[in-house]
C-alpha cells in the first residue's frame, strides 16, 4: 500500500492510501465508518497507522477496497506532506561508498577553491586526511540526526538559506521502524521496517565543507528550513519487498543529472536497525535515511542548483519527490 499525509481544505492533515496508479486517494478515516472506535484510532495519522502495525495495515486494505466515492479525492486535488508530518526521530546514515568517495574529493576541491591558493591548500588537506572518507565508516555504520521539523512534502518550496552560495540536493530512500526495537538481530531486522519513502536531503555545501573540520556534525549545512523533502508516500513493506535493486535517478528541470542503484549500498537497511538499536530503543515510526547514491548529488560533478531550479528524486517503486528550489524572501 502506498500512504500519504495530504492537507485538506480546511486546513487539515489526514491519512490517505494512493489508488489507480496514483491518481486519487482514499481518506482512510472517511472510508472507515463501519470501523470499531477501537480501531478507527489508527487512521487519525499516518504514524498512528504505523502504530497500529499489522492491524491497521490489514484494516486498511479493506477500507480501500470497500471505499466508495465519498472517501475518495483526485490526487491532483490533495497537497500532500511528508508521509509522516513530522517523523518522531530521524537519523540520516552513510550506506554508499561511491557517493563518499566522489563526495570527498570533490567537497576538498570545493574547500580549497575558497583560498588564496587553491592548490596548496587542496595538497594540504590530502596530506592531513581532511575532507577523507574516514575509516570508521568500513567498520560501523556512521549517523547523525537532521532536523524533523524541517521536513516538507513532495511540490512543498525549498527556501535557499541566506547565509549559503552553493546549495545541493541529494538523493536517497529510506525506511520507518515497525514496532519497537532493542538489540535486534540481524535476521530479524528486516522484520522491524514498515514501509519506505524518498529523501532528498538538501545540503549548504559551503556550510557544510566549513564546518565539517570540527568533526561533530554537519550543523548548519543540513539544518535550516525546508531542508528535509520526503515523499510522496510511503511505501508499505510488504508491496516492496526488495529494496536493493532499486534504480533511483535524480533530474534537474527535466535534465538526468545522476544514476545509482540501491544495489551498490556497503550498509544494508538491516545493518543500521543491528547496529543503532543496541541498548537503544527504537520506536514505530523512526525515519532512517540511506544516505547519498553514488552520483546522486551535484556536488560529485561540481554543479549545483540555482534557485528556480526544480529537483525530481525518482526510486523505482516509491515515486517521484519534486521541489521547487527558491531564493530566500527579502527582510523588510
Not at 496508479?21 to 478507527?40: C, K, R
Not at 568533526?215 to 510488504?238: R, S
Not at 526510486?315 to 521541489?323: A, K
Amino acid at each position: 500500500m502506498k500512504l500519504v499525509t495530504y492537507e485538506s481544505a480546511r486546513g487539515e492533515l489526514r491519512a490517505g492510501a494512493l489508488i489507480d496508479e496514483g491518481t486519487a486517494i482514499v481518506d482512510l478515516a472517511h472510508g472507515q465508518t463501519q470501523t470499531p472506535a477501537t480501531e478507527a484510532r489508527h487512521f487519525a495519522s499516518v504514524q498512528a497507522m504505523i502504530e497500529g502495525d499489522d492491524e491497521a495495515l490489514a484494516q486498511a486494505y479493506r477500507i480501500v477496497k470497500q471505499a466508495n466515492a465519498s472517501a475518495r479525492i483526485a490526487r491532483a486535488d490533495a497537497h500532500l506532506k511528508a508521509p509522516v508530518h513530522p517523523p518522531i526521530q530521524m537519523r540520516d546514515c552513510l550506506c554508499f561508498e561511491a557517493h563518499l568517495k566522489q563526495a570527498f574529493q570533490a567537497a576538498r576541491k570545493l574547500r580549497a577553491s575558497q583560498f588564496p591558493d587553491p592548490a596548496a591548500k587542496m595538497a594540504e588537506m590530502e596530506r592531513e586526511g581532511i575532507l577523507a572518507v574516514p575509516k570508521t565508516f568500513y567498520e560501523q555504520p556512521i549517523y547523525y540526526k537532521p532536523n524533523r521539523f524541517a521536513v516538507i512534502g513532495t511540490d512543498d518550496d525549498v527556501v535557499w538559506p541566506a547565509y549559503s552560495k552553493v546549495l545541493d540536493f541529494e538523493l536517497e530512500f529510506g525506511f520507518y521502524i515497525k514496532g519497537k526495537a532493542l538489540d535486534v538481530a540481524k535476521e530479524k531486522a528486516r522484520e522491524h521496517i514498515y514501509g519506505y519513502t524518498i529523501f532528498n536531503d538538501i545540503s549548504a555545501r559551503d556550510a557544510q565543507t566549513q564546518e565539517m573540520g570540527g568533526q561533530l556534525g554537519p550543523g548548519k549545512g543540513k539544518d535550516f528550513d525546508t531542508a528535509n523533502a520526503m515523499g510522496p508516500c510511503l511505501v508499505t513493506a510488504d508491496e516492496l519487498t526488495d529494496p536493493y535493486r532499486l534504480t533511483m535517478i535524480a533530474r534537474v528541470n527535466g535534465e538526468e543529472w545522476g544514476r545509482g542503484n540501491s544495489n551498490s549500498m556497503y550498509w544494508s537497511f538491516e545493518d543500521l536497525i543491528t547496529h543503532v538499536s543496541r541498548n537503544e530503543t527504537l520506536y514505530p515510526g523512526e525515519f532512517f535515511g540511506s544516505g547519498t547514491v553514488g552520483n546522486g548529488c551535484g556536488l560529485e560533478q561540481m554543479r549545483f542548483l540555482n534557485p528556480g531550479d526544480v529537483v525530481e528524486l525518482e526510486v523505482e517503486g516509491i515515486g517521484i519527490l519534486r521541489n521547487r528550489i527558491v531564493a530566500p524572501k527579502a527582510k523588510s
